[in-house]
């Protein structure tokens, strides 16, 4: 029974959940929203550059590693690719951490939303929060780290909605380069977004 009680807590624990966004909000009272964002992307892109290399001989073992969850591209999320080059997170890994945090605490602090705005602002466009933030650096740092036909991957975000439903887009600009990427219409955009939290796409030049 207390193995079991074990666990279960190495498993999901909410503390270490809850905890980590009020350590994240410290960084944000201390530094600000760029402070924050530098701590942000720092932390997301020495965890992609603390994994292995990756080379694939073909896009199609690429994929196959992707959608299994064997690639670090897909580590910390489970995806499907509906096109070669589209991607797609069913459930953003963070959601879990969001649900306890409103739970225990409350509604989200601005200060995740402010960091964001930084990141749009001065990295690129595409965050909601906080969490994207880290998510969207870590994708992009762990895609330089592998290789497919010896061409590096590159990654480019389409879309993320949060659990409560906030929504951030690919500015209109850049969406038809990136839907053509990706190989999807804007409809089939929509429609995707019904169900699953993040779209972006991987590609070699």
Avoid at 2 to 13: E, F, G, I, M, V
Wanted: aromatic share 10%; charged share 25%; net charge negative.
């Amino acid at each position: 029974m207390q193995d079991a009680r074990k666990a279960n807590l190495s498993n999901h624990n909410p503390f270490v959940d809850v905890a980590a966004y009020l350590f994240l909000e410290d960084i944000g009272d201390k530094q600000g929203a760029a402070g924050m964002n530098n701590y942000l992307m720092s932390l997301a892109t020495s965890l992609a550059k603390s994994m292995p290399k990756e080379e694939y001989s073909s896009w199609d073992d690429f994929l196959d590693s992707l959608q299994k969850g064997e690639s670090i591209m897909s580590s910390f999320e489970t995806v499907k690719c509906p096109t070669d080059y589209c991607v797609v997170t069913e459930t953003c890994p963070f959601t879990r951490g969001w649900q306890e945090y409103t739970k225990r605490i409350g509604e989200f602090a601005n200060i995740h939303r402010e960091v964001a705005e930084y990141y749009n602002a001065t990295v690129k466009p595409g965050a909601v929060d906080s969490q994207c933030i880290i998510h969207q650096t870590f994708r992009k740092a762990a895609s330089e780290r592998i290789t497919v036909g010896g061409k590096r991957v590159r990654y480019a975000q389409i879309e993320a909605v949060t659990p409560n439903a906030d929504d951030k887009r690919a500015p209109d600009e850049w969406l038809p380069i990136l839907l053509d990427k990706a190989g999807v219409t804007e409809t089939e955009l929509n429609m995707t977004m019904r169900n699953n939290d993040c779209v972006w796409i991987l590609y070699t030049e």
